[in-house]
């Protein structure tokens, strides 16, 4: 590396710490749970809570399932029969059963006809688009849509249209001026993972069937626990097996390992084994991952207790936090950004909590817009009324030094 191009690089670095945006990684030494054990910030001098248990709030573990004994020991179990991983591409070195059976799990579980499996639902999405879609056809996007899904479409020649974030009125806008094209396609985030906003799907579908459409959508933040069984987003919106195309992620509320998937009709499916660059060029899921996956179907199809106590704790949260004197974006869903508007002062917010013993973190831009900075958190169906309670008193208090709560 030339001295030129390191001093550049490290005038970026103090620019986003001098604009409090650097984003510092906390470490933590042991499993995801309610709690958690946090080892300090890396590249963050200053305050931590070194060695301390503290109250997680900021994981996407939805459903608690990512520590839960039934998912573990069937990774384990997998791990003894199946190995540590594949060693190559399934095309080469062919698959293993536990991979056939997740994919056929996943797609009776979704709704759908069959399901192919991807190393990371970037992936699924970044995967998505090209093997499908050309010159002659269109996609329409929400504005607000995922890196992923936006990188996805980059990759593919199909013209492009995005509508205003959430609205009905532009994306029939959008699909009129796509009228001429041969396919076209609305892909938008089933759940929007900064907001927690849940797509129309109902109505996004009564538009696509009138202009002759494809509907797609994200279910990283859905799918586990959204609609009365947890199939997703398009159960919630009373649209289940009307979807044509569903990607979706095994790192969040499905276990929270890595992984992703597309789910479809066969015909998609099968054209995604042939084309898809992410599968053909990247090595599957290790089969731990895939049988624990398997696992955590078993435990969803079986009773919805985990997404009905997860619907309790976010109900209760948000009510309790609004009465702490945060604003809060309205919502059902639980991803609850509570609202601070500046990037510093998030900072210092999420600072301050951690040494009140809750683990919450701060976004800004770029991930958020400019002005729209908060604390994001996330319930989980893992969270006791008791520590919901510790957190939520913990906010206040810092609100409250802070100057961020409203009295």
């Known amino acids: 590396m030339t001295t030129e191009f390191a001093r550049h690089l490290q005038q970026q670095l103090q620019e986003l710490r001098d604009a409090g945006l650097y984003k510092a990684e906390r470490v933590i030494t042991g499993a995801q749970g309610a709690l958690i054990q946090v080892a300090g910030a890396q590249g963050a001098p ?45 095309f080469i070195c062919g698959t293993q059963d536990l991979h056939k059976t997740l994919e056929a799990r996943l797609a009776r579980f979704l709704g759908t006809e069959d399901a192919i499996l991807y190393a990371a639902a970037f992936d699924a999405n970044g995967g ?19 890196a992923s899904i936006i990188d996805g479409i980059r990759l593919c020649k199909a013209q492009r249209w995005r509508y205003k974030h959430n609205d009905m009125a532009d994306l029939e806008r959008c699909l009129q001026e796509a009228s001429a094209a041969r396919f076209k396609l609305v892909f938008s ?20 069937d009138r202009h002759g459409a ?39 509320a499905l276990g929270g390992a890595s992984g992703g998937f597309t789910a479809a009709r066969r015909e998609v499916v099968e054209l995604l084994r042939q084309r898809s660059r992410p599968y053909l060029f990247s090595n599957t899921l290790m089969p731990a991952i895939a049988g624990a996956s398997i696992a955590v179907l078993d435990l969803l199809e079986a009773s919805t207790a985990l997404r009905d106590k997860l619907e309790d704790n976010t109900l209760w949260f948000r009510r309790a936090i609004v ?16 609202m601070v508007y500046d990037a510093v002062k998030a900072q210092a917010l999420s600072a301050r909590l951690l040494e009140l013993g809750v ?46 709560a409203r009295a």
């Open 189 to 208: 985030d089933g759940v929007f993972s900064m907001d927690g906003t849940i797509a129309q799907l109902d109505r996004m579908r009564e538009l696509c």
């Open 359 to 404: 683990y919450a973190v701060g976004f800004f831009f770029p991930v958020v817009p400019k002005g729209q900075a908060r604390i994001r958190v996330q319930m989980s169906a893992v969270h006791e009324r008791e520590h919901l309670e510790r957190a939520v008193a913990a906010f206040a208090q810092a609100g409250r030094e802070l100057g961020l």
């Open 46 to 90: 200053g305050r931590t809570a070194d060695g301390r248990e503290v109250i997680n709030l900021c994981a996407n573990n939805y459903l608690g399932l990512s520590s839960h004994p039934q998912v573990i020991a069937a990774a384990h179990e997998a791990l003894r029969t199946h190995g540590y991983g594949m060693s190559s591409v399934r």
């Open 323 to 338: 009465a702490a004197g945060f604003d809060i974006k309205p919502g059902t869903h639980p991803i609850v950004p509570i």
């Open 214 to 252: 494809l509907l797609g959508i994200d279910e990283c933040h859905a799918s586990g626990f959204m609609g009365a069984r947890g199939r997703g987003t398009h159960e919630h919106r009373g649209v289940f097996g009307q979807v044509d195309l569903i990607t979706g992620t095994l790192g969040k």
């Open 128 to 146: 998505l688009f090209e093997p499908l879609f050309g010159e002659a056809d269109a996609i329409i996007s929400d504005e607000l849509n995922h």
